[in-house]
């Protein structure tokens, strides 16, 4: 019986780990980076370029 809780369990912890990052993947941060930690694109240095250093401050074009 207890093998069957504990295996359950961790079935559990796999599936709840699964959904969050499947959630994180659909509805990243607003203001977060689109590449989630990778550092080896075009795309991560075009959008860190593009960011301001003071975000509290608005832009003025």
Known sequence: ???TIIVLLAVAAALFYAIM???????PKK?????DGCDGCDLKSGWMKSQST?????THK
Do not use: D
């Open 1 to 3: 019986m207890i093998q």
């Open 21 to 27: 990052k499947i959630l994180k993947r659909i509805h």
């Open 31 to 35: 203001n977060g980076s689109p590449c």
């Open 54 to 58: 003071c975000s509290h401050k608005p």
